[in-house]
Antibody, heavy 120, light 109 residues
């Protein structure tokens, strides 16, 4: 049973960089799955941020691409998110998720989510 | 940009059938996926590839597709089904690999 667990600071200053890590257990990050980040501002809908494959290949939401980096650390079986130049609009619950990529992208497993607040 | 359009809310009484629609220009050629999200919880995949149901999802959840609209149907709605539901798909060109609908709040009266 795969489990995903997000971790990182719950408070980030405006103009700073948001950094989160997703630890994967019960599955190898070097398998056939892709690994994604999805966020949800308080009271709002879901927004896909980006994804990474164990090779390091990554794809991003066009609206966030200039500020986002998603990377993988195979030695620790985890992947990470960096979002730069954050503003209050980046305040959200951030989820990591596993994508089996059977045909197209979708998310069969999710972490519990972590709230990140951007505030001074 | 590419958009998936869902009604903001749907209300049904227990035992009735709830239908939640999702519209998008690429849906005739791209699969749709549905997630259920209860307050304070992560989303849960309930339908994949338009009509497939993951193991552990009750049979009362079903999906269908017709043209530019996909539909999530919940037959014999139960109080525990009250949640937000999101559709997800892609524009198929690579420009917008993952897009979520705005979400539909299902209220069980």
């Amino acid at each position: 049973q795969v489990q995903l667990q997000e971790s990182g600071p719950g408070l980030v200053r405006p103009s700073g960089t948001l950094s989160l890590t997703c630890a994967v257990s019960g599955d190898s990050i070097s398998g056939s799955h892709w690994w994604s980040w999805v966020r949800q501002p308080p009271g709002k809908g879901l927004e896909w941020i980006g994804e990474v494959f164990h090779s390091g290949t990554a794809n991003y939401n066009p609206s966030l691409k200039s500020r986002v980096t998603v990377s993988v650390d195979k030695s620790k079986n985890q992947f990470s998110l960096k979002l730069s130049s954050v503003t209050a609009a980046d305040t959200a619950v951030y989820y990591c998720a596993r994508d089996p990529r059977v045909g197209s992208t979708y998310f069969e497993n999710w972490g519990q989510g972590t709230l990140v607040t951007v505030s001074s | 940009s590419y958009e998936l359009t869902q009604p903001p809310s749907v209300s049904v009484s227990p035992g009735q059938t709830a239908r939640i629609t999702c519209s998008g220009d690429a849906l005739p050629k791209q699969y749709a996926y549905w997630y259920q999200q209860k307050p304070g919880q992560a989303p849960l995949l309930v339908i994949y590839k338009d009509i497939q149901r993951p193991s552990g999802i009750p049979e009362r959840f079903s999906g269908s597709s017709s043209g530019t609209t996909v539909t999530l149907t919940i037959s014999g709605v139960q109080a525990e089904d009250e949640a937000d539901f999101y559709c997800q798909s892609t524009d198929g060109t690579g420009a917008y690999p993952v897009v979520f609908g705005g979400g539909t709040k299902l209220t069980v009266l």
